[in-house]
């Protein structure tokens, strides 16, 4: 490892990884969301016409926002137009996350960079860190939070996670492990972990 350590966060839908990377923030790192990427991209606007084209005028709702419930239902449930939809958006996230890392490895105050993306390994994006965190947290907390997002079933979870990487294989993947059942728990394991990957670099 050279330079500031690149640490990506990884684990199943409603798992937390925003509030684990969230505490790594706590800690003096800068933090990549590309979920944010994504809704500044939609945002922007510059994705309308191409999404309209992909989904259908429902894509995009009267005041030129995106319309994300509509846009899921149609994913979720035609396995090509989930492709389709990812070959627009990755490389763009791509992108925009390797500016940003490289802005926030120049930083003097941030002590490490963290990339909170919901499809790291999905998108090739692991091979750019030098750690990998995977966060585990029981199916029914899951769950519970997952139900603000519109899944309300493990049936609707597991719909979704097969268009993934397995869980499995993801926690394999990742040379450490966040229990995420409690916020202080989690918060002692975020600090072990970054403590060991911060002397691993001395």
């Given at each position: ?35 944010r990427i994504v809704s500044d991209l939609y945002k922007s606007g510059q994705l309308n016409a191409d999404l309209v084209k992909l989904f259908g005028t429902e894509a995009v709702n009267d005041d030129k926002s995106i319309n994300r419930k509509h846009i899921a ?130």
């Amino acid at each position: 490892m050279s330079g500031k350590p690149y640490i990506g966060i990884t684990g199943g839908i409603g798992s937390g990884k925003s509030f684990v990377a969230a505490l790594f923030a706590e800690l003096g790192c800068g933090v990549i969301d590309a979920d944010r990427i994504v809704s500044d991209l939609y945002k922007s606007g510059q994705l309308n016409a191409d999404l309209v084209k992909l989904f259908g005028t429902e894509a995009v709702n009267d005041d030129k926002s995106i319309n994300r419930k509509h846009i899921a239902s149609v994913v979720f449930e035609k396995p090509e137009k989930l492709k389709q939809l990812n070959a627009l958006v990755h490389p763009l996230v791509i992108s925009e996350s390797k500016r940003l890392s490289s802005l926030l490895s120049k930083d003097n105050s941030v002590k490490a960079v963290i990339f909170d993306v919901p499809l790291l390994l999905e998108t090739g994006m692991d091979s750019m860190c030098d750690f990998l965190v995977y966060v585990e947290t029981p199916l029914r907390l899951r769950l519970e939070r997952l139900k603000k997002r519109g899944i309300k079933s493990e049936e609707q979870l597991k719909k979704r996670e097969k268009y993934q990487i397995s869980l499995d294989i993801k926690k394999k993947n990742a040379k450490y492990v966040v229990i995420n059942s409690s916020y202080e728990q989690a918060r002692r394991q975020v600090y072990a972990i970054f403590t060991e990957i911060l002397d691993s670099g001395n």
